[in-house]
């Protein structure tokens, strides 16, 4: 019905190209416009001014000799003002694009390694997009934007790789905990250190307030009970002591058994080491 009034509608986001006995006449933007055919016009086609996107995956070597796969994005449009360039000069848009990605990728990837090649992605998309800004702005489109999406070496090429990387982090693993055993280690080492020194200390002192005690006592009962000497008075203090322990060791609960000399010749034994060692003691203090 539009033909026969020689109405043409144009939708939204598109131009229509008009073409009078098959030359290029007028661009048409969205609307409704008369292209009367009884005088040869005629609309030749559309060309859509939305964005458009295209994923081209073109395969390429490294300089290390790695064959990877590049997938390139690349989201162009056609300008209005250059509607009929982009309408006539290209008969297909994506294969000229398609060309001009791989012409580049596969120049810019082979002076790469495949690490360098994955951390400089961005400069080969700001390359495709640079030659594909200079090619197709002639021929009408514009391109928005290049983006590198994907990178994908051979199957075994990327096992190898997390080997590779697995690898690198046990030993970092294993070095880091041989390191933190090490440390424990010499903390254990040096607080066992400490400890023994403070242990010994406090032995020592109690040993030395031990003889500094049975010293005062001696000398005090001496001197309260005339015609006793610091040897019967300390006699007399170490069988008090021998009977006090037999004691706690006969009362215990859980105490086992114990077998010691006992008489009044082993008493006068114990007496004369326990003597014999404060003395010592004593004399070394």
């Known amino acids: 019905m539009g033909n026969l009034f020689c109405l043409v509608q144009v939708d939204q986001s598109t131009v229509a190209v008009k073409e009078n006995f098959g030359k290029f006449d007028d661009v048409l933007e969205p609307g409704c416009h008369c292209v009367p055919w009884i005088f040869g016009r005629q609309i030749a086609g559309h060309l859509t001014l ?3 996107q295209l994923d081209v995956k073109c395969e390429t070597k490294t300089k290390d000799n790695v064959f990877v796969n590049v997938v390139a994005s690349i989201q162009y449009r056609a300008l209005v003002d250059k509607a009929s360039d982009a309408f006539y000069r290209l008969s297909n848009t994506k294969e000229q694009i398609q060309a001009y990605v791989f ?3 596969r120049a810019s990837v082979p002076k790469l390694n495949l690490d360098d090649t994955f951390e400089q ?21 514009e391109i928005v934007q290049t983006l590198i999406v994907d990178i994908e070496p051979d199957e075994r090429v990327k096992r190898a790789m997390n080997e590779i990387n697995a690898a690198a982090r046990l030993r970092m693993a294993a070095t880091e905990k041989a390191e933190a055993d090490k440390i424990l280690q010499i903390k254990r080492a040096e607080g066992e250190a400490e400890s023994k020194y403070l242990s010994g ?3 020592a002192r109690q040993r030395q ?5 049975l010293r005062d006592s001696v000398l005090g009962f001496a001197v309260n009970v005339p015609g006793t000497t610091a040897k019967d ?28 000399p006992h008489g009044p010749g082993a008493v006068r034994d114990v007496a004369t080491q326990i003597r014999d060692g404060l003395l010592q003691g004593n004399a070394a203090s």
């Open 50 to 52: 939305r964005i458009q």
């Open 103 to 105: 012409d580049v990728i």
């Open 121 to 141: 992605k961005n400069e080969i998309a700001k390359a495709v997009e640079k030659e594909l800004e200079k090619a197709m702005s002639a021929y009408g489109y």
């Open 201 to 203: 200390l406090g032995v």
């Open 209 to 213: 307030a031990i003889v500094d005690g």
């Open 233 to 260: 008075v300390m006699d007399m203090v170490l069988v008090t002591q021998y009977f006090d322990t037999m004691k706690e060791i006969g009362s215990a609960s859980k105490s086992s058994a114990v077998f010691i």
